[in-house]
């Protein structure tokens, strides 16, 4: 089994000063980290049943349906056609991936198998008596109810709508002030029906139990009826439906909460906490510090939020569900783990694990999920199986439950990496072109001496600047067959020993292309030179950035892309 806290689908209400695309963007990603999180949890991890602990949206309750305003405006133009969009986002991250799991399972699939996300958080409903019926309507007809029973793995989980229970008796925020925990001004038409579902569960529990058993046992699966003639006026017939069929079996009851449990102020949540790992190292017999404020979870409340939930409303949770054993919870973003003392409990204490986000974007680095196993076998005779222990045989107790911390990603670390390798990649990029443009620079010089030519040729400064350069003279060069020494003698222009013989150059001749991005560095003497300053360089400059991005980015984002695509 595995439990899911706190996707909080990132909306307009997450970030509402983000602008856009940064907005877009942050909401797309989000959605696919979780997408392809849950796909991978599903086939590596193959689950019979799923567990949302609320908070399954992060506005859900400003988008208010027809009737109602909103009392902030910034929310007023959101309303039911944008609800059922997030809904439908929020079935598409993981509905789908759970029903395409189905479909892949043919008929050997499990029918057990179950995904539940009827349990409402106070970004679903809002808290107390900020809570808006129609809104928690909405999310019941939708979602199912937030009050229910479910036998999983011979255990019973009783998921319990504490945010709309935390209405009895709230504090107000603004004054301090405890409310009417009964009649006008109480809230009573939020909590009441949370309540009259806790005190139907001596009933309805083990009528669910039963029914679990028969199913597994193969037994008939609805109740079977005595059937008796009565008189008319008989009382018998105002008297409850008898069960022909009883179990007398007891299951570990496990609670299932939004809203943390309370807990002493500064009471320390563990080694997993990611915020805030305890003070100190543990001692020789591995406990931590009794009180270490930086590792626990603030009691505080305010506007819509509650960390935890109040003493008396813990205590009347505890007491009407009956030997819970084991407590989950949400809203906090991180972990926490410990042993609540203070409740009636058959092992002595309640084991309460708060859940970490399953989103990157909810404030932790490591988002994860809670896997757990169930082991509680019934024998033939539908009571719970015992194992000889390791001393002389005896028979003991068995653990029938454990958890294990799963932690996902780290995509802001990832993303850390990314902007560094880019920050790199940008700065090689722009080096190459800062030492390219000298070197086409000295380039262009060479060649334009050497006019392509593989054996370098001189020429005086006079010449070069000349247009003769352009013709020739062949008045001005004369021939000799030879010398006084009777060997051959060289042609020397009329001009002068000091000048030299320069292939010809056409005035149709365009400089070469290769180097059309420098022509303006270079003077009329061939000397490189910045000809207008610092700006015609970084022109060059820029030029050869831009190629390196457009050779590098492109292989590099078609890759990334068919890998993300793919995967």
Known sequence: ????????????????????????????????????????????????????????????????????????????????????????????????????????????????????????????????????????????????????????????????????????????????????????????????????FLKNLKTDKPRIINRAVRIQNARVENDLMFHEVVDINSTLVNKSVHSAYTSKVHLPSILLSHVPLYRPKDTPCGPNRERSPPSTPPNESGEYLEKDPPNAIRVEAGIQYQNVLTPEV??????????????????????????????????????????????????????????????????????????????????LKHATLQTRLCLLPDQLGIFIRYAWLLGFTLLAIFVRAVVRSGKVGQEFQLDRHSNGHVLPLASTAKTMKSDSLHTRDSSTVTSHSNNSNGGLASRVPASGRNARYVAPLHDNDPLDERWSDVSGLVDDDGNAKRKQGVGARMGVVGREVGRGVVVVGVPVGVWYFWVVGRW
């Open 1 to 196: 089994m595995v439990l899911i806290a706190d996707p909080q689908l990132v909306d307009p209400h997450t970030y509402p000063g983000r602008p856009w695309p940064l907005s877009t963007i942050t909401r797309l990603h989000t959605d696919y980290y979780m997408r392809k999180s849950f796909a991978l949890l599903q086939r590596q991890l193959d689950p019979t049943t799923v567990f949302f602990l609320g908070d399954l949206f992060d506005g859900g309750r400003e988008w208010l349906p027809p009737g109602s305003v909103s009392s902030d405006p910034r929310w007023r133009n959101y309303g039911e056609d944008y609800w059922v969009k997030e809904y439908r986002r929020f079935g598409g991250i993981f509905f789908d991936e759970w029903l395409r799991r189905r479909d892949e399972g043919g008929a050997g699939f499990d029918d057990h198998r179950r995904i539940l996300a009827g349990l409402p958080g106070n970004h679903d409903l809002g808290l107390g008596k900020g809570i808006r019926l129609p809104v928690r309507q909405r999310f019941n007809t939708f979602f199912g109810d937030g009050n229910h029973v479910d036998v999983v793995g011979n255990h019973t989980f009783v998921s319990v709508d504490t945010v709309s229970l935390s209405a009895k008796g709230q504090v107000d925020p603004a004054t301090g002030r405890q409310g009417a925990a009964e009649g006008a001004g109480s809230g009573q038409e939020i909590w009441g029906p949370v309540e009259e």
């Open 314 to 395: 813990s205590s009347e949770l505890v007491e009407m569900i009956g030997d819970v054993e084991y407590a989950f919870s949400g809203d906090d973003h991180d972990y926490c783990e410990l042993v609540h003392r203070g409740y009636t409990s058959p092992e002595g204490g309640i084991r309460e694990v708060t859940v970490k986000s399953f989103s990157w974007a909810m404030g932790v680095r490591r988002p994860g999920f809670l896997l757990v196993s169930l082991w509680n076998p019934l024998d033939d005779r539908e009571r719970i199986a015992s194992y000889p222990g390791e001393a002389h045989g005896r028979f």
